[in-house]
């Protein structure tokens, strides 16, 4: 680059071009959302801890999702809350390329928990005299702490290319927050490898990850319509219908964003799937998993009942 050329030390975020009134309505629908998603994941947390009935592998994992929501929530609403009220809605290029990375790390997490807690369903459903000894929780915690050090190896990666380029002007950021492809658009040089790695990253934790879900689900339901207790199969169902909700939401969602054909308006529709990865699939999680299990239900009614015996 030239040295006279000036280069871009904090960014503008667009965010929603609406008006004030809009904008404050906005503010106060997505803080409501934002404070159900704190509240839903935070009272599967404290269940989970407080209930010994729920130190299994299975609510072990859907603590590590709760985790993951309540961090991706956090990462980028209060931000996008803030600059709702505020005209000039400036970041920093260093917390900028952080709030990517950790973008990035928390979505490659959250994919990679949802196939270990398929695995953990189909080991239940198909291998139930075998469940304790493959899922015991050596090997419980060796995939959680894999899941999240991919996560984060991926996503320092994707911010590792992005630091290479030169950042020169335009500093506008059409979007909520620095999204990796809006942040790509400003880049003052060749961006074709960032959007090749993009793409090879989304097939590796995205269509991989998915294939692989659906083979364990597709020998879930082959193995429960095999079952000849109704009340087995009633519960069977249930708890995988609730995973299956999580994953068609999440991995739906991410293709459609990252590897689909981009639409006449690409920059809006990046933005509302990335406000349904950052405020609705963290809200809705807990209450999938909270309205279609008996046990999260059971355990908070002993809860609340112990409170009310002390």
């Known amino acids: 680059m030239a040295d006279n050329q000036t280069w871009v030390t904090e960014f503008i975020l667009l965010g929603f071009p609406l008006s004030p009134s809009v904008q404050t309505l906005l503010f106060g629908l997505f803080s409501l959302f934002y404070v159900l998603t704190l509240?839903?994941?935070?009272?599967?947390?404290?269940?989970?801890?407080?209930?010994?009935?729920?130190?299994?592998?299975?609510?072990f994992f859907l603590s590590h999702l709760a985790i993951v929501d309540i961090s991706y929530a956090s990462n980028n609403v209060p931000k996008m809350l803030v600059n709702l009220l505020n005209k000039k809605n400036t970041i920093s290029f260093v917390p900028c390329i952080m709030q990517t990375f950790l973008y990035m790390a928390f979505a490659h997490t959250e994919c990679l928990i949802l196939v270990v807690m398929s695995h953990d369903r189909y080991v239940a459903i198909c291998h139930p005299l075998r469940y304790s000894v493959i899922m015991r929780w050596r090997v419980c915690t060796v995939q959680a702490v894999t899941s999240w050090a991919c996560g984060s190896l991926l996503a320092l990666v994707h911010v590792g290319l992005v630091l290479r380029l030169p950042f020169c002007g335009p500093h506008e950021i059409n979007h909520f927050f620095c999204e990796i492809l809006s942040v790509l658009k400003l880049a003052c040089?060749?961006?074709?490898?960032?959007?090749?790695?993009?793409?090879?990253?989304s097939v590796l934790v995205l269509v991989g990850p998915l294939g692989l879900v659906l083979l364990s689900y597709t020998r879930i339901l082959a193995a429960?319509?095999?079952?000849?207790?109704?009340?087995?199969?009633?519960?069977?169902?249930?708890?995988?219908?609730?995973?299956?909700?999580?994953?068609?939401?999440?991995?739906?969602?991410?293709?459609?964003?990252?590897?689909?054909?981009?639409?006449?308006?690409?920059?809006?529709?990046?933005?509302?799937?990335?406000?349904?990865?950052?405020?609705?699939?963290?809200?809705?999680?807990?209450?999938?998993?909270?309205?279609?299990?008996?046990?999260?239900?059971?355990?908070?009614?002993?809860?609340?009942?112990?409170?009310?015996?002390m």
């Not at 947390?45 to 130190?55: A, F, N, P, Q, Y």
């Not at 109704?230 to 299956?244: D, N, Q, V, Y």
């Open 39 to 59: 509240l839903g994941n935070g009272i599967i947390l404290g269940l989970i801890s407080l209930d010994s009935r729920l130190h299994t592998p299975m609510y």
């Open 189 to 201: 040089a060749d961006t074709r490898l960032n959007q090749a790695v993009i793409f090879a990253a």
């Open 224 to 309: 429960i319509l095999r079952t000849r207790s109704g009340e087995g199969r009633g519960k069977a169902f249930s708890t995988c219908s609730s995973h299956l909700c999580v994953v068609g939401l999440f991995f739906g969602s991410a293709i459609v964003m990252y590897m689909a054909p981009k639409s006449r308006h690409p920059e809006e529709q990046q933005k509302i799937l990335s406000l349904f990865y950052s405020l609705f699939n963290p809200m809705l999680n807990p209450l999938i998993y909270s309205l279609r299990n008996a046990e999260i239900k059971g355990a908070l009614r002993r809860v609340l009942w112990k409170d009310r015996l």
